[in-house]
């Protein structure tokens, strides 16, 4: 189940990021001969609207937009293709210098590089726009219908029905070796002997926890189900007191459901949305920079098989954890794909920009070269995070 809920959403932000190219494409009366749902091969021709072949394709994980010319070889192809249909015709030469003094045949359809650097970077931007444009939708939609909010709250209001929920785990504690996850609410803690506490919060927890003997019990309700866990607490030195204390390694907080009027909702949803936006580029730019300090922490990093069980984990949560784990997503997409590396959007803006700034074209061979170097580099870190995803679960 998880598998297909990670499917539709990974198929639901492509599709939102191939729509944004294609409209604004569109707008710029560039051609488009296929919008692709899923990636090749083919499996089915939907038909022609406006003048795009429409397709679905046999592997469901997301899907293209094929704009004519945007990969620079189809340019020269053109071309060539102009110069042995009419030999009379304006020259090569005239085709590649001033590309926007002259209009292909119409049965040809417009090329990227005849419309203004302007229009070439729209295009490209287009997809992350709208992948940050619906990450607010989500956002917003989840603050109408109810997000997990903490108590002590930037909203100033009340939340519903709150509940001490295990907010993070310390990689390798006891807590996350004996099963516990983000989200699961802590209904009861209490000793083997039978001692219980009687009032749940994050720092009455703690210090039941440390001054516990032997091994505590924790009643968590995880997506509706109840499950006990039997954990034995480590003793560590605090810093930076340098108290010696009980700990379990998690991080709690009272959590309960906010639900917003339709304005306030759209308004913290777009509050939401760039904040998060800042602390991705932030977190994304710690992580190339430590690549270079050769200190690179990839620990953390999630593949397709961790992100299945972390959509797995927010479906089992509740649908409006659903809808904001599936607007992170769309907003890492959305910063990811501006990185200047060829093969993403960012590497071809980097491409338009170069040659906005030379007022020369960028060799296609060398384009084309980069590109295939750059997308076999992204294949490569993609197996390398599968494979620890694996090593994960076993």
């Known amino acids: 189940m998880a598998f297909i809920i990670f499917v539709i959403v990974l198929g639901v932000l492509v599709f939102v990021h191939e729509l944004g190219h294609f409209l604004v494409a569109k707008k710029a009366g560039v051609r488009v001969e296929e919008f692709g749902f899923g990636y090749p091969p083919r499996a089915l021709k939907l038909g022609t609207k406006w003048g795009t072949l429409f397709s679905l394709n046999w592997i469901p994980f997301g899907g293209f937009v094929k704009i004519f010319g945007e990969n620079y070889e189809e340019e020269t192809t053109l071309n060539k293709s102009l110069r042995s249909k009419d030999a009379t015709h304006t020259s090569l030469q005239d085709y590649s210098e001033s590309p926007q003094e002259h209009s292909l045949p119409q049965e040809i359809g417009k090329n990227f590089t005849q419309v203004s650097k302007k229009w070439q970077a729209s295009i490209l931007t287009a997809g992350v726009v709208f992948n940050i444009i619906f990450a607010w939708l989500l956002f917003s939609l989840g603050f109408m219908i109810g997000l997990p909010t903490s108590v002590e709250n ?69 997506g509706g189900k109840n499950f006990n866990f039997k954990i034995t607490p480590k003793t560590e030195e605090t810093n930076p007191s340098k108290e010696v204390r009980k700990i379990i390694g998690i991080n709690m907080d009272m959590i309960g459901t906010l639900s917003l009027p339709v304005h306030q909702a759209f308004y913290q949803g777009g509050k939401t949305t760039l904040r998060l936006s800042y602390l991705t580029v932030m977190g994304l730019g710690d992580l190339v920079g430590n690549v270079f300090k050769g200190k690179a922490d990839i620990s953390g990093v999630a593949g397709p098989v961790g992100i299945i069980g972390l959509v797995g984990d927010a479906s089992r949560l509740g649908f409006a954890y659903l809808l904001t784990f599936t607007a992170l997503i769309s907003i890492n997409l959305a910063i990811i794909n501006l990185v200047p590396f060829p093969a993403l959007d960012g590497g071809r803006i980097l491409f338009v920009a170069i040659e906005g700034i030379t007022r020369k074209k960028i060799n296609a061979k060398v384009a084309g070269v980069l590109n295939n170097v750059g997308f076999a580099l992204l294949i490569i870190v993609m197996l390398i995070v599968t494979y620890r995803d694996i090593l994960r679960l076993f």
């Open 154 to 222: 930037d909203f100033g209001a009340v939340v519903k029905n709150p509940s001490l929920t295990v907010t993070a785990l310390v990689s390798d504690y006891p807590a996350q070796k004996s099963g516990l996850k983000t989200g699961d609410k802590i209904k009861s803690i209490s000793l083997e002997n039978g001692t219980t506490l009687s009032e749940l919060s994050p720092e009455s927890t703690s210090n039941f926890i440390n001054k516990s003997s032997g091994q505590i019990i924790l009643e968590i309700d995880r």
